[in-house]
């Protein structure tokens, strides 16, 4: 008998399998990134099909097939494009941010803290009153965060005199003074960023 896993994951993509079965990629919280199987999950009956569209956050319940997972439950809890969908600018940054992860992030291995980190930063971006100067921060703020966890971005770099990557970085707390203390470094920012990505050879 196979033995069951447990972990919350977001779906990143989804792709189709024959009539009836889904490709899923999960950006999970105690597996990184994975590949799995759902099967007939397309079918009108399926009772895992809430639970597997993309950007929907859920437990998953999964066992190791040879290549793959293969997914035998899902508890569905939130879905982040319906609750973004009404500000477009809000829902390109998450976008934005999800997509990085699966580009950067290479497959399976065990890294909760970034997935707290991205958890976190979804959250704020929710449930906070944001203009597009602040969202831009914000984007911005979790790029590095996300760079630095991954080995890409160094904490003690100075920018403008100052240690504001070390105050970005040393926690994955969220407040809007965070926002305002990146907000005149902008152009500088963002060329770190690009620098950093370009180390990568991903983009």
């Given at each position: ?22 490709f899923i990629t999960i950006f999970s919280e105690q597996h990184g990134l994975i590949s799995a199987t759902a099967q007939s999950v397309r079918e009108i009956k399926s ?157």
């Amino acid at each position: 008998m196979h033995e069951i896993y447990n972990t919350e994951g977001i779906i990143l993509s989804t792709g189709d399998i024959g009539e009836a079965n889904k490709f899923i990629t999960i950006f999970s919280e105690q597996h990184g990134l994975i590949s799995a199987t759902a099967q007939s999950v397309r079918e009108i009956k399926s009772k895992l099909k809430h639970g597997l569209q993309k950007f929907t956050v859920a437990n998953i319940s999964m066992v190791r097939g040879r290549e793959v997972w293969r997914i035998t439950n899902v508890e569905y809890k939130q879905n982040l494009y319906y609750e973004l969908r009404e500000n477009k600018t809000k829902l390109k940054a998450m976008i934005n941010i999800l997509v990085l992860v699966q580009k950067l992030l290479a497959g399976e291995k065990y890294n909760e803290r970034l997935y707290k980190i991205i958890r976190k930063s979804i959250s704020f971006l929710k449930k906070n009153d944001l203009n597009r100067e602040e969202i831009s921060d914000f984007e911005n703020i979790v790029i590095i965060r996300v760079l630095h966890n991954l080995g890409y971005f160094d904490e003690n770099k100075k920018i403008g005199g100052s240690g504001v990557y070390k105050n970005i970085i040393s926690t994955s707390s969220w407040d809007k003074e965070l926002l305002e203390d990146v907000r005149n470094l902008n152009g500088e920012i963002i060329k770190d960023i690009n620098e950093s990505l370009a180390h990568t050879h991903l983009f």
